[in-house]
Each structure stands twice: as C-alpha cells, then as structure tokens.
C-alpha cells in the first residue's frame, strides 16, 4: 500500500523529531513543522512517536501514476516537442525572439532557452528557468507558456515594452536527462542522470550551486535524491547557468537583474535566504521583499489559487540552490515560485494535466509584471544592491 502522509510537530516539539522517523527520500514536501512523505506501508505500520500527529492525506497515491504517464506525451512536453516548440516561437518572430542550445546535459541532449528582446542597448536581463527538478512537469509549462505569451502577445502595449527595454532569457528545462527519465521510466525521479563514483545515480540540481553548497539538507550521500554532487557545479547543467551569466557580464558588463526559477509543489514565492532563513543577510533585503509582495499580490489577484510568501524553506536547511548563488555572487534578484498543487494535496507532483492551463494562466501575467519590474530598476538601485 502506497500512503501520502502529512506528519506535524504539536507545539513544543521540534520537526526534527519528524525526520528522525522517516527517511529522507520519502519527503514530498515540509515546512516549519510538518512533512508530507509518500510511503510504502499499511496504516498499522505507520511511524509515529510522541509528539507528532499523523494524518493519511491519501491511501492510493500509485492511482494517479497511470494517469499522469498517459496524458504526458499530449499535454505536458517532452524534450524533443519542447525544442520543436521552441523553435517555432523563434520562427514565427525572429525580429524579437531567438532559440539557442546554452549547454549539453550529463547524456548529451540539448539544454535549449529562447531569447527575447534585447533591443535596447545596456537593456536590463532576466533569467527564467524551469525544471531543476525532473518530476516538476508542471515546472517546464509555466516558462514555456510564458515565452509564449510574449511571442504572441508582442503587439500589446505592456508586451511591447518589455521586448524593448529589456532582455529576457528562458530556459524551460534545464534538466531534460532527470525529466526524460521520470517520463518514461519513474515518475518521482528528482535529480539528474549522472554516474556517481560510487555507481549510483544522480545530482540534486537545486543543491549544485556554490553558495549554501555545505548546507546540512544538500546530502553528502551519493544514492540520496538530494545530493548536492562532488563539489559546487559539477554538474553541466548548472555549469550552462553559470557560463550564461559570464555570458551576459562579457556582453553587457553586467550580470542578470533577476531570476524566476520555477518549482512545484507548495503554491509559495520564496526569496533568500534558503540557506539561512534570513532575509537581510548582508545585502539590501527590502527591496528583495518588496518584490516578492508585489509579485504575491499579482498572482493573487489572478487567482483562482492562492498563494503564499517565504524567505527559503527550512531555515538553514536548504542550501546550494540558484537563488543564494546569484543573489551573493552577483546582487541578482531571484525568486522560486513553487506552482500548483498545495503542499498537503495528494496530486503532489502529479498535477492532473488538465490543470495545466488554468495553472500557466494564472502564473503568466504575475510573470509578466514582476519583469517589468526588474526591467525598470535603476542602476544605483542595483550598485546599492550589489555594495
């Protein structure tokens, strides 16, 4: 029997006491002082202890497995409909829009990102990426439709003006090797595909970039699903990241404004610090925030889901992810945006396709908004930042 599981600390007991019971890689989703964890066992064998309540969110989580298989070659994409859609956002506007491969994966496919606008010499750049987890299907959409919208859309005045003054790049999947993989031969594969030294599998991809690389939930543990890898970008998909940012610094003198990194599941914006749980850390956190709850109230207000703001995930937990990476090394903006469901449903990760549109819908314009805020940001608003 396959249960979903929501397991919280009852106050005075720390949540600790909840991942001493279970083992890492059965975590779906946690907060403060809960975990929501997919095991194979019958209710009588669940583990508990004194302190923490536990709650069956779901006594038949392999039903929605079958389903969500069968509806991806149609509605969610693939690596190679990606690239072909793609490309053909690049053909219908070459005036405006460019497809370009910025990197190979661990298995030699294509990490590919469509470039927008750029017009405008000295224009501000922002980053939009999806997929650093493989079995966050939902996670490539959102940058794709978005792409989308802004091809299509170009003739709109707020469109318009954001393919002028600013410079947006999108990168949908940027681990297509991990998200082939959950396709065709197991949905709840996170990492990537690399050979590790001790024959195992895989790299944590949000767990691969300097900054918080050592923290205590990037896994040291080769086998584990978030294994940080063998040192900070070993691995080349985020090694395409980072030569993109010494790209745009060659080209411009100067690095992204901004990044929005896609992620699924918990309907949250996060901002640094994950590796911390600060919010002002050393560099300017106000105006960090205030982006974030602009961006809050956009998504909000397009509804019908409601969504939620935090800074990191776990306190000093999370570490090695893009956000502290660019946010320390280059005073660049990032903000994870964890889509549909919420974090207690029992979709989880396996987001009924036919959700995808109101999904991408609502995500979009708040997208499109928080872009044209970077794209409007002030120079010494950034060296401010950056000092």
Sequence with gaps: MTLLVRFAAEPGTPRAVIDALLDEDTIWKAGADWVVARLETDVASLPLTEGVRAEILCDHVDDFIPAASVCAPGAYHSHAKLKDDMRALADIAPDICSFETIGQSVEGRGIFALRLGGQMPGANAALVTGCHHAREWISVEAPFHLARTLVERRADPLVASLLENGDTWIVPMLNPDGHEFSRTCDRFWRKNRQVNGDGSIGVDLSRNYAVGWDA????????????????????????????????????????????????????????PWSCTGASNRGLDGQLVRQFAADMLDRLNEAGPRVYGLSCGTDPGRIGGEIGDWAYETYGTFCFTVELPPEPDSPAGFLLPAEEIGSVVDQAVP?????????????????????E
């Design 216 to 271: 205590s939930l990037a896994s040291t543990v080769p086998a584990s699903s978030r294994f940080r890898g063998a040192a900070p970008f070993s691995e080349p998909e985020t090694q395409a990241i980072a030569a993109l940012f010494s790209r745009m610094i060659d080209e411009t003198g100067r690095p992204f404004v901004g990044i929005l990194s896609y992620h699924a599941f918990s309907q949250v914006i996060l901002h």
């Design 366 to 386: 708040a997208a499109i908004h928080h872009l044209k805020e970077l794209f409007a940001l002030r120079r010494n608003d950034l060296a401010a930042v950056a």
